[in-house]
């Protein structure tokens, strides 16, 4: 079984910024894509930022310039920088990661549980 915990949510003022940190655990033989997403309430859940495992990185047009994804490929851990916060992006925040549990196996995808962050005004 693949594990994904996030941490690093909580509330801070618009204008401010919070790094969410997410490490993936348990049967991992690989590791492909690493990816945030965010549902707010009242909306479906986006995507915020995908992280490819050779490094290339897509951001939302919504944290472009704000929000910064990496990730440490030796600990299977995605971060999310985020600055210059605003009440919008208020939100529970999801990791996920494409996984291979054995060599030749299929890749497939696993989410957290999520981290809530809010933005005051």
């Known amino acids: 079984q693949v594990q994904l915990v996030e941490s690093g949510g909580g509330l801070v003022q618009a204008g401010g910024s919070l790094r969410l940190s997410c490490k993936a655990s348990g049967s991992i033989f690989s590791v492909n894509a690493m990816a945030w997403h965010r549902q707010a309430p009242g909306k479906q859940r986006e995507s915020v930022a995908v992280?490819?495992?050779?490094?290339?990185?897509t951001d939302a047009d919504s944290v472009k310039g704000r929000f910064t994804i990496s990730r440490d490929n030796a600990k299977n851990m995605v971060y999310l920088e985020m600055n210059s916060l605003k009440p919008e992006d208020t939100a529970v925040y999801y990791c996920g990661a494409s996984v291979a549990q054995y060599n030749g196996g299929p890749f497939r995808d696993y989410w957290g549980q999520g981290t809530q962050v809010t933005v005051s005004s």
């Open positions: 992280a490819a495992n050779g490094g290339k990185t």
